[in-house]
């Protein structure tokens, strides 16, 4: 078992090698842990992978962790596990991983397999969410402020806001062509945000199928009671498509991001389902 750590992650201070190294002293397990530094790329985890050859991965962070444990595994029979450290730890939400650590340490020893699909997205391997518009943009400015956590964000959707990003998009599917215009277009693969609000209800991670979510109008009030009640959006102010493949173009560049990166403003967005992606570790 090969442990990809990232110490960065989240606000709690968990000694993660000691707390495995605890936990599996009964284990057969021969176990290697990985501290990822600050200029840590792909290649550098795929040269420790090649080196250990381990039967399985483990991200110990949050979802930018996971995806980044997730792109050294694509093509390769090594089974995924997650470690729920992160401030954001929305994939693991989906899976039911619990984030307390002794808890989620039992499910990496005693879960069982499953394969889940993923997305690639203008050429990026989502397994989460992707957006493009005020989240997209939220996160930007998120990411250059002082204020951190769920307050800091909610500041940074509260700045973008009042500046109306409403945006108008055409949506093509194998099945069907749709206008609209929104605030939000979520590309999802998952069904939850990191904070634990409902975004995808109709999500299932095996059905080899996504789902397009279109906010067409949220309020302060709603990104409130989203950010720190967990509220759903109002379905009303959605709407929902499910497809395998689209292709996605705004009238003007948009706000981009994927599985909590952002990417900068794009114009056109394409995205195919990679079936059976992965296989991960769930509760049994």
Wanted: aromatic residues 8%; hydrophobic residues 45%; glycine residues 6%.
């Amino acid at each position: 078992m090969l442990f990809i750590i990232n110490s960065n992650s989240g606000n709690n201070n968990t000694d993660w090698a000691t707390v495995v190294k605890a936990h599996s002293t009964t284990s057969s397990h021969t176990i290697e842990f990985h501290h990822l530094t600050k200029n840590c790329t792909v290649q550098t985890i795929k040269d420790k992978i090649n080196l250990f050859k381990p039967h399985q991965v483990i991200a110990v962070g949050g979802d930018g962790t996971v995806k980044l444990a997730a792109e050294c595994l694509i093509g390769q029979k090594i089974v995924l596990g997650i470690l729920p450290a992160g401030s954001a730890n929305g994939l693991a939400r989906d899976l039911g991983i619990p984030n307390e650590p002794q808890k989620a340490l039992d499910v990496l020893f005693e879960g069982n397999i499953k394969k889940i699909h993923a997305i690639n997205i203008n050429g990026h391997f989502c397994i989460h969410l992707s957006d493009i518009g005020l989240n997209a943009y939220a996160m930007k400015k998120f990411k250059s402020q002082r204020v951190r956590g769920m307050w800091g964000y909610f500041v940074a959707a509260i700045k973008v806001l009042w500046q109306n990003p409403v945006m108008e998009m055409k949506i093509e599917t194998p099945k069907e062509l749709v206008r609209l215009r929104a605030e939000i277009v979520v590309i999802a693969n998952a069904t939850k945000y990191g904070n634990g609000a409902v975004i995808n209800p109709i999500g299932q991670l095996d059905d080899k199928l996504f789902e397009v979510i279109a906010i067409k109008k949220i309020s302060i009030w709603a990104m409130l009671r989203v950010v720190f009640l967990n509220a759903s959006y109002d379905p009303d102010k959605m709407e929902f498509l499910q497809t395998n493949a689209l292709s996605m173009k705004s009238r003007k560049k948009v706000h981009f991001q994927v599985d909590g990166e952002y990417l900068g403003k794009v114009k056109e967005v394409n995205a195919v389902i990679i079936p059976d992606a992965l296989e991960v570790i769930v509760p049994a």
